[in-house]
């Protein structure tokens, strides 16, 4: 991967991050105001009401945490799936209601977001805004030694910047003010040095506070293996359509026109060789259409560089006839097996045309390994940023093609870019690798 585009995603992240974490404890206060509204809604459950209110004051509290889901995402890189375990379907009166208090009562995740409101405010702010607060500080260090000093005692602040007396009756002195600027430009740097590390202790303990407990875990496991073999099933039933429609529009159509013009060359022989010279010059043609029409079929459902080379040499064919730069690195010491292989395929070629009908880039890097039994697929442009995998990118379908096998998509795509899709599939490899990649 480019160096220089590592360097300046870095330093991009560095001067994000302590506002990133000042945000996030500011988001505490709204939270702050939900919490206390659940606490009062439990404070009620001795009446009727508390039950009538129960449910909407929880699913208010997650639609909050939802949020802190979101940004921590975003900005930590740490993802966190929603924990809640299924809730009944919606039934009319007090039956259905008594269901849903209690499904929502005794799932744990409940409570661990109260927990989260609760304590978040004081764990972000020595962690999260910690840099963001100390790069403030250090600002208002710079204000003091110019010219707020001689303000504060005046309007009964503290004495005091740090260890250094700045208030009125001290004097403006140069040893006093180069103490204060030396202070100050200590807490900004430590202030930006300290961004990322406190965003990543942040985004450690939003997992394990806002992520699943170990029975969501094994429920979410339940229901998503369901989906993605609905989807599996979904997926196949339509590739099983397009492959119909596309021999019975094309190879089809034109091997049943070959066969008409067989029948009127047959005919044609002895009467007008000259003509059915013609029909047979036309019939070769359409012979070799009707060839290249199905080996594209079949390279649309499994190229042969894929089943001959491997997917690292396969993604090198497709880096080739890419429109823009593609550089490929692939470190696989053998050969993952063939349906985590293909699905691979497809993915890093749909990003791929999703990066340049919509990236704005130049330049695109792959990077393909294989470690603790995951094949890892990361894909990098230098574009101008700003995708979602729900913004019609095609992402969401990757998602769940790779699903089918217990893949996950993370997406990291800041407004400016670059853009980082990253692919993970658990596999084992099958086979040694037939060429090196």
Known sequence: MNG??????????????????LALWLLSVPAMFVGLW?????????SFVGFLLFPSAAMLLRKQLDVYRDRIERWTGHRIERPYLPLPAPEPGVRGLMRRFVALASDPATWRDYLWVAADPVVSLFTAALPGLLIVYGLW?????????????????SDWYAYVRVTEG?????GRIVSTVVVATLCIAAGYLLGPPMMQ????WGKAVLGPTEKSELALRVQ?????????????AAELRRIERDLHDGAQARLVAMGM????IEHLLDKDPEKARILLAQTRESSAKALHELRDLV???HPPVLADRGLGDAVKALALDHPLDVEVAADLPARPEPPVESAAYFAVSEILTNAAKHSGASRVWVEMRHEHGMLRVTVTDDGRGGASIGGGSGLRGIERRIGTFDGVLALNSPVGGPTIVTLELPCASSSPKTSPS
């Open 201 to 204: 202790v942040y985004g450690r």
């Open 299 to 301: 390279r649309g459902i």
């Open 170 to 174: 001290y004097g403006r002195d140069t």
């Open 141 to 157: 260090g710079y204000a003091v030694a110019a010219f707020a000093g001689d303000m504060i005692g005046h309007y009964g602040g």
């Open 224 to 236: 998503h293996l369901t989906e993605t073999r609905s989807d599996a099933v979904d997926a196949s």
């Open 38 to 46: 659940f606490l009062t809604v439990l404070s009620l459950l001795a």
């Open 4 to 21: 220089q585009l590592v360097n300046d995603t870095r330093r991009q992240r560095r001067l994000k991050a302590p506002w990133q974490g």
């Open 261 to 264: 013009s067989l029948g009127a």
